[in-house]
């Protein structure tokens, strides 16, 4: 509980790096729903304080805001927002064929069991619905060089402060390969920055990242039941 409490977590929404990859999104959600006449029901899987939820909102949806830790929910209904107690780890707590859309924005790189998560959306969306995944990419452009010199991906470090909770990094083939076998259909992945650090600070690219979203420091990929 206490690692995913951590500052960097609480930080996200004032970088420009999180700010990008939950614009892309939250509106692949909202392009889902644009021809729809009713309010989508959209769970956030791991919402925090409910901030992205008050986006959501914004863009037309109707979200819960679903989180482990008690003290992000209560913030999360000071703000007016329907809040529902999640473990990720575990069948999600939603009937069969309930929701319209789930936003599960770096989740899934913290789960033992990835599969399970993905069948659980898949249940819990009704036909036509949409699944938004937003995680790390294990092969940034960066990270392809690091291997090839020898050296762990980024992702891979189980000794760094925050990082160290990314059990289970993720390729975009990896993760359509997962979509697809819970009975999903994945679409173009997106990418928010190709990133490039060094000892004097970090390069980004957006136009690299449109480009080429495979070599992006984030994947959001889109998945339809």
């Not at 930080?11 to 892309?24: D, F, K, V």
């Not at 329907?82 to 924005?105: E, Q």
């Not at 938004?132 to 891979?156: E, Y």
């Not at 990896?174 to 009975?183: D, F, K, N, V, Y």
Request: aromatic share 8%; glycine share 12%; net charge positive.
């Amino acid at each position: 509980m206490a690692g995913y409490q951590h500052d960097e977590v609480a930080g996200y929404l004032g970088h420009a790096y999180h700010r990008r990859r939950l614009e892309l999104a939250i509106g692949s959600l909202a392009r889902h729903f644009a021809a729809d006449r009713r309010v989508p029901l959209v769970a956030d899987l791991g919402a925090n304080d409910g901030q992205v939820c008050t986006w959501l909102t914004g863009r037309g949806m109707r979200p819960i805001a679903c989180d482990i830790v008690p003290h992000a929910r209560r913030v999360a209904k000071e703000r007016g927002l329907l809040t529902v107690g999640l473990d990720a780890s575990r069948p999600l707590p939603f009937g069969t064929a309930s929701l319209d859309g789930i936003l599960a924005g770096e989740i899934i790189e913290h789960l033992y069991d990835p599969g399970l998560l993905l069948r659980e959306c898949a249940r819990v969306l009704r036909p036509g619905g949409i699944v938004v995944l937003t995680t790390p990419n294990l092969a940034g452009a960066q990270d392809r060089l690091r291997f090839l010199a020898g050296h762990s991906p980024r992702q891979v470090d189980p000794f760094h402060e925050y990082l160290s909770v990314h059990i289970r990094p993720f390729t975009y083939g990896m993760l359509a390969t997962g979509l697809r076998l819970a009975g999903l259909t994945p679409s173009r992945p997106l990418s928010n920055y190709v990133v490039w650090r060094t000892r004097f600070g970090e390069l980004s690219s957006g136009w690299a990242a449109r480009l080429w979203p495979t070599l992006g420091g984030s994947l959001v990929v889109a998945a339809v039941r």
